[in-house]
């Protein structure tokens, strides 16, 4: 018999890698209706599409790697990588994008790499990255609140839509994209960045009608952003993640907000603005979060979490995309080596 | 007159799969990387490369006994940099639009490492034949491995295959154009600079697959058999176990 011998703690919540992955799923919940609620079903049926290519493709690359296929759809990571993608793509994007892209996380980001715990990129953030460099019209073909939209769109719309390019009722993706004013609408991120290159000032750029009010507080986005706070705050309590990463991630994005804020007041976004549009809170709590590809030290992970956050709202600020969360992710993904070199913590008990 | 043919034999193997210069060797990757957004880019500057490589290993070879030990590599540099020169010239006569796609990366061919390497490694040490048939051979598996990538970037990235070969080839070379399917929207990473490294890395993990078998079917064999002692343990089998 072997007598082992293992460093504290020991008293541990014993959650296998499908509940930790399955917990993270659930705290999408509430985003995800959010979504639905105010973008209509695009985004249901983009994240089942996305689950579907996941799941035949991890299954088909366990097979030909001869590996253990239903261990490795069992950890559901596969399943979360789709999920998060799915609510990151435009809700009506064709059907051949998001295939695509999740073929593209899961087979070359990750199982090439020698799949799950093995992957040094964050395999969603990856494969949003190349579908937003190779199809940069289709992915940003973001659709409308559907309160304010001319020609909103139901179930059967949606579908139709991801599949042949025209709704049912004939509307093809741009007409959909319309507004109330008969204008495509610009996502609040969008909206502000293309104020400020053609000289407005932040406040009036405040007055698309897509802000209800003069805070930074965007129509549909921010209850959106709010709702994945909430599903971060589960998360957070039922200690599935630390609190380093996320707290960071946001303190960088205010810190950096603030200080270009005092700056230039007026020329550059503000920090509520910065924090409720686009893909922060849910960046914070679900991408800069995945276990594998960021920091394993705690230091590191807060050193990780405040460049996320700086580099965030610095390409926000002066790069050539309205958000830039998967950059910022995808690039501090490749310092993770260097961050936990040097933030070995000390062995317990190391003179000084 | 079988150790020739063996030498010939070797020759090929190396360069076109066992030694190829661009997929095991790892050289000249720059124009690898940046030229092969099409299939006839790659052709063109794999050509361009051949030629200069047979040209710098004839004339390396020819002068290997005349020329000082010590100052050696600048004189090869200065082979290869007229046989580039006139390369371009050539190219910028016959093949202007060609020309003009490729741009900078001709005359970087004097950097590319496959050519001085070959030169230092085989055509200074050995005589004219043998050294011309090394220069062909290893052109031969840049050129192929250009042509590969090329193809695979063009074919994603705008659903054609051997657009634009009449650039090279003449006016007859405008019906080699194939389309294989006509993208909705093109997959702009494959002709970006990304798409080079990921291409360049399937191909690789693609011989590596193929090694085994190809090695069965194709690989010389070896006439010498030298006796070394192993001094170190074996860790590949560790692994595989």
């Known amino acids: 018999m072997q007598f082992s011998l293992s460093s504290s703690p020991h008293n541990r919540v014993r959650r296998d890698t499908g509940q930790v992955m399955r917990m993270v799923c659930y705290a999408c919940i509430p985003g995800v209706i959010a979504q639905t ?17 996941a799941v035949v493709t991890e299954s088909a690359i366990l097979e030909l790697r001869k590996k253990n296929v239903s261990r490795g759809i069992r950890d559901y990571s596969a399943i979360l990588t789709a999920l998060l993608l799915g609510i990151c793509l435009p809700p009506l994007a064709p059907w051949w994008l998001v295939v695509i892209g999740t073929f593209f996380s899961i087979a070359i980001v990750k199982q090439l790499y ?15 990255v190349v579908l937003l460099i190779s199809f940069p019209i289709a992915m940003s073909a973001w659709i409308p609140v559907q309160s304010m939209a001319q020609s909103p769109y139901d179930f059967i719309d949606a579908l139709s839509t991801i ?42 750029t405040l007055n698309a009608n897509i802000f209800s009010s003069d805070w930074g507080w965007s129509y549909g986005w921010s209850p959106v ?21 996320p707290i960071s991630t946001l303190a960088g994005v205010v810190f950096t907000a603030g200080f270009l ?43 990780f979490g405040l460049m996320i956050g700086f580099l965030t709202v610095i390409i926000r600020t002066y790069g050539g995309y309205p958000d830039a969360i998967a950059f910022a992710v995808v690039i501090m993904n490749i310092a993770v080596p260097l961050i936990d070199y040097y933030t070995q913590p000390r062995t317990y008990g190391h003179k000084s | 007159m079988s150790r020739v043919a063996n030498e010939f ?22 124009p690898l990387l940046a030229v092969t957004t099409s299939a006839v880019n790659g052709f063109g500057l794999g050509l361009a ?37 006139v390369v371009q010239l050539l190219m910028n006569a016959f093949t202007y639009e060609l020309y003009l796609a490729l741009g900078i990366f001709i005359p970087l061919i004097v950097t ?38 090329g193809a695979m970037r063009e074919i994603l990235g705008s659903g054609y295959l051997f657009s634009g070969m009449d650039l090279l080839l003449g006016d007859w070379a405008s019906v080699m154009t194939i389309q294989i399917f006509e993208p909705e929207q093109p997959f702009l990473l494959a002709i970006l600079p990304p798409g080079a490294f990921l291409g360049m890395g399937l191909i690789i993990a693609l011989k590596n697959i193929l090694d085994p078998k190809m090695a069965q079917w194709f690989a010389p064999k070896i006439t010498k058999n030298v006796e070394r002692a192993r001094v170190t343990t074996e860790t590949n089998t560790r692994e595989q176990s």
């Open chain 1, 163 to 204: 599949f042949t390019g025209y709704s049912q009722s004939g509307y093809s993706l741009a007409q959909l994209q319309l507004g109330i004013d008969g204008i495509t609408q610009a996502t609040p991120l969008d909206a502000v960045r293309t104020g400020l290159l053609s000289g407005l000032t932040y406040s009036e």
């Open chain 1, 37 to 53: 609620y105010f973008f209509g079903w695009g985004t249901i049926i983009q994240i089942a599409l996305a689950m579907f290519t």
């Open chain 2, 112 to 149: 590319n490492c496959a050519i001085i390497g070959r030169a230092e490694a085989y055509a200074s040490k050995h005589p004219v034949k043998e050294s011309a048939y090394d220069g062909f051979i290893m052109g031969v598996g840049f050129a192929i491995v250009l042509v590969v990538l």
């Open chain 2, 9 to 30: 034999k070797e020759l090929t193997w190396q360069g076109l799969w066992q030694n190829n210069p661009a997929l095991v060797q790892l050289l000249g990757l720059c």
């Open chain 2, 49 to 85: 490369t051949l030629l200069v490589l047979m040209g710098s290993n004839i004339t390396v070879s020819v002068v290997r006994n005349f020329v000082p030990n010590e100052i050696r590599i600048p004189i090869f540099v200065m082979v290869i940099a007229s046989f580039v020169t």
């Open chain 1, 114 to 128: 020698g799949g799950l715990g093995f992957n040094m990129f964050n395999p969603a953030m990856i494969g949003y």
């Open chain 1, 261 to 303: 804020n005092i700056l230039s007041p007026d020329q550059t976004g503000s920090i509520t603005f910065h924090l409720m549009s686009g893909a922060v809170l849910f960046g914070a709590f679900f991408i800069v979060t995945d276990p594998v590809s960021g920091s394993t030290t705690d230091k590191g992970r807060v050193i």
């Open chain 1, 225 to 245: 952003a709010l709702a994945y706070l909430l599903g971060g705050l589960f998360l957070l309590g039922n200690k599935v993640i630390n609190w380093h990463m």
